[in-house]
Structure formats: C-alpha cells, structure tokens
C-alpha cells in the first residue's frame, strides 16, 4: 500500500471522534406538506394501514398521499390531541388537553359521554393513558391519587388501587403506579405493580433529575421497562431483573421496536435507540440530534416515524441510505465527480473542493484554485494519484501536493485506459503516460468530448456532442453513420468486456454494442430516465445509470436479459439528479445536487413489503358518496371517479396501480395516478378492480375492489314495455272503437244524406208542381197551341230528365245545377206568364264546371221564393239569381221582391194550408250533414229585407259555396 494511504487511514483513525457524521435521509412533514401544524405528540399505524397523527390542531391521517385532518368541525371533542389508541374491534380512541374522550368509526367520529362524577375528576386531574379490554370495558387512568376508572356498557367503577400521587401505566388489567416527586439519592423509591387486581411494591434506589419524569411501556416478551430520572428498571415476574442508567433525565417517551431495541426520546435532544444490556444500555443509532422528540413508531414496512412538537414529522423509510452535506463539513451540496479505490473515495464539487473519505468518514479537503472551478473529471491512477479536470485548469494530486498539468485549459473528460494510460481532452484528444503529456492533440479529431473509453484492444471510443466516435490508432471513424442512434449526444461509455461497450446518451437512453449489433434500454424497459449522466460498472458486473431523475441499477442473467432496479429520493438519495457513482464493497457511493449519498447495496434491497390498497373516495355525478361494496344506481347516475390508495410508505406516493372496469375494460390500465374516471357508463353490472406495484415494481395479488349497478331507464324496463304493450292495446281498442262508432255514425249519416236526397227530389218533383205543369200542357193543347204546348213539354221533359241525371250523383257541377234551374225557371215563367219576372247574373270569371256542388242544392229556395213570396203577391213578382266570387268561396244570393216570410205565413193560414217549406229544411239538412262528413262550411243566411217603414219587402237567401 502506499505510503499516502497509511497516512490517510492514520489520520481517519486520529479524526473519526472529531468528524461530524453521516446522517440518514429523512422525510420531513410540515405544515406546508399538509399537517395542519407542526406541533406533533403522538404517532400510530393502525390495522388498516393508514397513518394517524395527534396535533394541537386536530387529529391527522396521512396516507402517502395527503393529510386529512379532523377537528371539532368534524365532531372531535379537543382540538389538542396527546394519544391515539386502537382497540380490538379497530376503533381509534382520542384524547387530549380537556380530558374528553372521542372514537373513530366507520369513518365517524363519535364522543364517549362520561357520568358526571368521571368528567369532574378528569377536569381537575387530566388522563395519563387509556386502554380497551377484551370484554370491551374501557379503562381509563387519571394522573392524580393513582385513580382508575372502569366503564362499561353497565356501570362505571372507581378503582382507587394505589395512595401514591401519578397513575402511570395500564394495559388490560396490569397497572404500574409511581410518583415524580424528586427521591434524593440516598432514599429508596418505589414502585407499586398490580397484576390480576394483586398489588406488590418494588423499591429501588433512585437516580433523580431535576425533570422528575416517569414512563414505563411493555416489552414484546411481557416484561415492562420503567424509567424515573436517569433509571431504567426491566420488570418481569414481579422483580427487577436489569437495572441501567441512562444517559439522560429530560426524557419524553419510550417505544420498543420489531427488534427490541429501546427508543427514548428527549427533550431538545433528538431519539435514541438503545440496545438493553445487563446494566447497559448500548446506543445503537442517535437520530434528529437537536430535535424535541415526543413519540417514535415502527411501522409494517420497517419505517420510523418521528414526531416532534415543533418541527412536524419525520419519516425514515431507510436505514440504509446516509448522506453528508454542507450539515457534515462539506463545501457544496452539488457533487459533480466521484472516484477512489476499496479504501479511499475522493468527492470533488461544484465550487472547486476535493473531500476525501476514509472509511466513511471525511478526513481531508482541498481547495482549489477559485469557486467557479468546477470539477468536470477525475480518476484515481493504478499509483493512488488522483487526475483532476476542472472548468480553469486541471491538476494532478501526487503524494499529496497538487500540482497543474498541461494543457493548461480544463480537461473536461479524464479516463484511465489499459497499460497505464490516462486519455483526457475537451475539445481535443490527449495521452498521458507516467504522469506526462505523451501525446497532444491527436490529429483528425476536433470535437466537444463528454466521454472517452478504451477497450482492451487498444480502441479509444470518445463521446461527443454530435454522437459516438472511435480511434484505432490510425483514424478516426464516426458511429452515427452505422447507428442513427447514435447521433445524439453521448455522455459516458465504459468497457463492460468481450468486445461489448455501454453507451449512455441524452435522449436514447442506454445502449449496449456488442460486436456489431446495438441493444437499447430505455424508459420502457425500466430505466428512469432516458437522459443518461454516467455509467458506473462495478466489480460483480452490475452497470449503475446515472439519471436526471434517479439511479438505476442494472443487471444481466445467463441469457443476456436486463433487470433494472431503480433508487429516487423516494428511497433516500438526496437528489434525484445524480452526478456520478462508484462503489466500494458494498456500499454505493451517490454523487447527486443535493449532497454524497452513501448506502449498503443489501439493505437498500431489503425485504419486499406489499401495499395496503383500498378504494378511498367514490363521486357519482360529481357528488361525494361514503364507502360501500356494492352500489345500485339509476340510469342517469353513470358519471364515476373512483380513487384508489395503495398504502406503501417507503415509496412516498409513487407507486404505480394496475386498474380495469369489469364489464367493460378487457386490458388493464397502468397509471401513477390514485384516481380513474369513468363517464356516461351504459346500464349493466361493473366491478372496479384495483392493485398496485410493491416497492420492487412487482403486482401485489390483494385487489381492491367495488361493484356498480346501473340500472335500466324506466323505458327499457320489462315492466315499462308490458305496460307499454297494455296502453297500446288500450287505445287500438279505443280507436277501433271510436272508427267503428265513426263509421257507423258516417254510415248513418250517409243513409240520411240518401234520405234528404230523395227527400230533395221529391220536393223538387212534387206532385203539385208535375200536375200543374201537365195542367199548363194541357190548357196550351185544349187551346190548340201546339208551338207553347210542345215547347212547354219539351222543357218539362228536360227538366225530368236533368232532375233525374242529377239525383244519381252526390256532387253536380254548379252549371248543371244551373241548367237544371234555368228549366224550371222558363217553366215557371210560361205558366204564370206576367206574375213572374226573373234574372240571373253569374260573374264570368267563375269555372261553372268546375265547381262541385251537392245535386238539387239552389232550387228549393228558388222554388220557396216563387211560391210563398212571389204568388200571393197581386203585382208581378221579381226573382233575382247572381253568383259572385269572394275570397275562398262562391256567394250564391237569391233575392225576391216578394209578401215576405211574416205575411207568407199569414196568407197561408188564410188559405188554410199549413206553411211548412219542406225543401229548405230538406235542403239545410243535407247541408248539415254535408259538412259533417267532408269538412265542408257551406253557410245559409235567410234575411228578411224591409223598408225604411219596416214593412216587407221580399226575401234574400245568401248561400256560401266553399270553393275546395
């Protein structure tokens, strides 16, 4: 060995009690994490996994995540919260500053009401402690006079057992009870024990402080450990079986962990964590030196919780992992280079400072010349001297004095090579040989260098801005021409053997040329990052990657497959940026932006700890819904977001889930996220199903899961659709039976228009009018007037045959109708010869033969007009006939001159005939029924025309003919 290393190791050995040591990577909670103050007196896990915390600002529970506080808001009794304690059936019990009692159930918290008597004592003497039975009588003990109180569902029992004046300790139905009043050294102090309702005094010899605190916890092997002043007493079997001083009085609390190792906590002087030995106690780990500790919990995965009362929590998820910072002695917390030997690890910095290690410990630093040297590279030679590249100059530490080495700029890259080379450059490509400048500036290259590696057979590969190249001796050939990948930047490259190098680059990751073919390893395969710092290959051929975002540690099988394990501040680095690595024996050296990290390969390994997952929030419709396993819901609740927790400390939250929707999802969902949402979900049955990644990446076999229900909308329901089927039924059958009764109506009245028909031909040729018209025939022919008596037969014939033509069509043309008028017009004319006069004025513009009205429709009014106005009256008799059109129908008006409808009636009783107008009641029936059934509105208005005197002046029938 050399000289140099036997005087470092003397100095280690000379400065190991002076140096300030390493200390372990912990996680610090506070309020700006989420605690809802920093004034913490009490940890506990409890079954389920999750984190409780007691503050003078609430109750806490921590899931990896986030905190969710209780308060008196959410019905706890005290806001201050000195110790939380579960029973058998999982319910968590509270109490704090005002001696009221509060459980935590079914997501509830609940307050235990005391009697009055309890609540009275308590007020004035405060809770020491409090337990559950397994009978489930609670169990509480008061600090003054020894006082314990036994409730149950029944009655409340005062059970004064000891006259001395602090109740300490009770669990189940063991008590210890003592006192803090100061015992001088000289006098003998006791402590009274009572087991199974026996009491018995054990007296000892007092050690007293001036805090006079007393404590006492049970040990996993049922024995107590009891401490007063600077004592600890082992009790077991009613007798003191060890009796050990401690090192401190002002004491706080004591706590066994999975070991059985000691945790004592104290004021302003951190925790510590003692080994019991007869007479003993070994200090074994000494934690948050400064630090009011007021509780220390082990939890299910080996993790230590630290809670203070004035600087929050602490977690330590890692014994493994220590760390120096600017806390230990060093100059900067950014390490930017790394390199020694099984003996002695050199750290240079970001400000120009080389630290060197011996055994763990920092032994000696080094300036250099200014701050803004920045250490680049570095390598410890075959000889024990250390190159140095820095940002101004580099250097070469030899037999401890420093001297600079040519060129004079900084050499940005320094490698050690085979035959005792050592290769460096910037921008160029050096060789040194025994401490000189061999050769400078090898001709053919001028690049940035980031790397240089050489292999055994002498290949110099060099990694630069622009890629991968390599130099054989003669020339120099670049590799991103045969691998495109190889084109970008390339940080590091080392020599792994048989004829396989390893390539780190900045943005492909890793890769690995083996001969002449390249494997990638990448983000997808594990790595952390694909931007690679450095590489690192140790002694057992593990290649460590050095990431922005971590460490990775790689390995390989027999059949050249690759695991990766993977190291983040999560698990105790300092920083995630990590600079540089190097390993002696098992420990791993970390230079990262936040410090030197330094941890045992082994332990870091450890043992693989499964999460605790659980479904810890459910919105439906955006609205918070409490906790079940099955829900049932309606159609229109289909909008899900479901979150999810796995409980794993040791990963701070970063822990990757695996999720699927039964039902609906055929592959999982990988995520990092502890929630999922789920939108306009189709009715059916769904079950939610979640796990999560243990903390070596594995999946967990234990599921949470939650099942949904979703219910049919009332109109795709069976129940929906019969009665559905029965309403329809319903109303065919009220349809059928409403066109049933409307086509029978419509029959009927199809019959009664038939009727009217008939009724109409038969008013229009009535007997009267035949015999009268034959009359005429005949009087002509007596007369032997055969050119009248012909013309007159002639009409009547044509008439008979038009009434006849007409009364077999529903619907006529108007100029029919009006043909068949104007013979009988020209009849009635010839036979009353001067006593009637009329005229017909039709407006040219209307289609007569086009228009369809109903057959035999105009000549009963015209008809009514000559007979009862015109012929009673003793003057010639004016009938006039015009059609005119307006708007969307045809006006028919029929007006005489006549005796009026009044005096018609008058003259017919005179005659003695009964004055009934059949053919306009035949006429306004058929109407009536005609707009019935076609949906028509054909309109009569009959109007009495008068003079200025009021007396009659003739009758005016407006018929309105709709004209579709």
Known sequence: MPCKIVHL????????????????????????????????????????????????????????????????????????????????????????LTGRIDYFENNKIHHFRLNREVESYIENEGICCLTVDEKDNLWIGTNGKGMVWKISAKDTVKVPMSARHTFIGVTGNQFVY??????????????????????????????????????????????????????????????????????????????????????????????????????????????????????????????????????????????????????????????????????????????????????????????????????????????????????????????????????????????????????????????????????????????????????????????????????????????????????????????????????????????????????????????????????????????????????????????????????????????????????????????????????????????????????????????????????????NQNNLSINFVGLLFKNAGHIRYRYKMLGLDTNWIVTNFNSAQYSSLQPGDYTFIVNAADDHGNWDNNFANVAFSIALPFWRTSWFWLLCICIVIVVLVIILFIVIKGFVQKNKLYEQLNQYKHHSLSAQMNPHFIFNSLNSIQKYILQNDKISSNKYLTKFANLMRLTLDNSLQTVISLGEEMNALRLYLELEKMRFQDKLEYSIEINPIIDLQSIKIPALLIQPYVENAIRHGIMPKDSTGHLFIGMQPVKDHISCVIEDDGIGRTKAGEYNKMQNRKYRSAGMEITQNRIEIINTLYKKNMQIYVTDLMNDRGDATGTRVNIILPLN
């Open 178 to 635: 003592g006192n803090n009043v100061t015992t001088p050294n000289s006098l003998i102090d006791t402590i009274d024990f009572v087991e199974n309702n026996k009491m018995f005094s054990l007296p000892f010899r007092a050690m007293p402080d001036s805090s006079n605190r007393i404590a006492c916890v049970k040990l996993q092997d049922g024995s107590y450990a009891l401490a007063k002043g600077h004592l600890l007493l082992i009790i077991k079997n009613d007798k003191i079986i060890k009796t050990c001083k401690m090192e401190f009085g002002n004491f706080i609390s004591m706590y066994e962990d999975i070991e059985g190792h000691l945790w004592i906590t104290y004021f302003n002087q951190g925790t510590t964590c003692y080994e019991i030995g007869n007479g003993i106690l070994k200090p074994l780990h000494h934690y948050l030196g400064n630090k009011t500790i007021s509780w220390v919990f082990e939890d299910r995965e080996g993790n230590l919780w630290f809670s203070s009362v004035t600087d929050g929590l602490y977690l330590l998820d890692s014994k493994a992992f220590l760390s120096f910072t600017t806390n230990n002695g060093l100059k900067s917390n950014s390490i930017t280079k790394l390199a020694g030997n099984d003996n002695i690890l050199w750290a240079g910095t970001n400000n120009g400072y080389l630290h060197c290690f011996i055994n763990g410990n920092l032994v000696k630093t080094i300036k250099l010349d200014n701050h803004d040297n920045i250490i680049q590279s570095m390598v410890l030679d075959s000889q024990g001297n250390l190159w140095v590249g820095a940002v101004a100059k580099s250097y070469l530490l030899k037999n401890g004095i420093v001297q600079t080495i040519p060129p004079m700029e900084g050499l940005r890259v320094i490698s050690a090579g085979y035959h005792a080379n050592i290769w460096a450059g910037r921008s160029n490509l050096n060789l040194f040989r025994e401490g000189k400048l061999a050769r400078q500036t090898i001709p053919g290259f001028n690049c940035f260098l980031d790397a240089i590696c050489e292999d055994e057979s002498g290949k110099v590969w060099m990694g630069c801005s622009n890629g991968l190249w390599c130099y054989d001796g003669r020339k120099f050939k670049y590799y991103g021409d045969v691998e495109p990948k190889l084109k970008s930047r390339v940080t590091d490259i080392k020599y792994y053997g048989q004829n396989t190098i390893w390539i780190a680059t900045l943005g492909e990751g890793i890769l690995v040329k083996n001969n002449n073919s390249f494997t990638q390893l990448t983000v997808k395969n594990g790595l952390l990052s694909n931007l690679c710092n450095r590489l690192y290959i140790d002694a057992w051929h593990i290649v460590w990657a050095c990431t922005n975002e971590g460490l990775s540690m790689i390995t390989t099988d027999s059949s050249g497959h690759y695991f990766i394990k993977n190291y983040t501040n999560v698990n105790g680095l300092l920083s995630n940026e990590v600079h540089d690595v190097f390993r002696q024996n098992n420990k791993i050296w970390a230079a990262t932006s936040g410090g030197l990290n330094v941890f045992d390969v082994d332990e870091a390994s450890g043992a693989v700890h499964k999460p605790l997952i659980y479904i810890s929030g459910l919105r439906i419709n955006g609205k918070d819904t409490s906790i079940a396993k099955k829900y049932l819901l309606k159609y």
């Open 9 to 96: 190791l003397a100095l280690a050995m000379l400065l190991s009690m002076g140096v300030k040591a390493q200390d372990p990577a912990y996680r610090h909670f506070t309020a700006n994490d989420g605690l809802p103050s920093s004034e913490v007196y009490c940890v506990l896990q409890d079954s389920n996994g999750y984190i409780w915390m007691g503050t003078d600002r609430g109750v806490c529970r921590f899931d990896g995540y986030n905190f969710k506080t209780f308060t008196t808001n959410d019905g706890l009794s005290d806001n201050t919260i000195f110790m939380i304690y579960q029973d058998a059936k999982k319910r968590l019990w509270f109490y704090g």
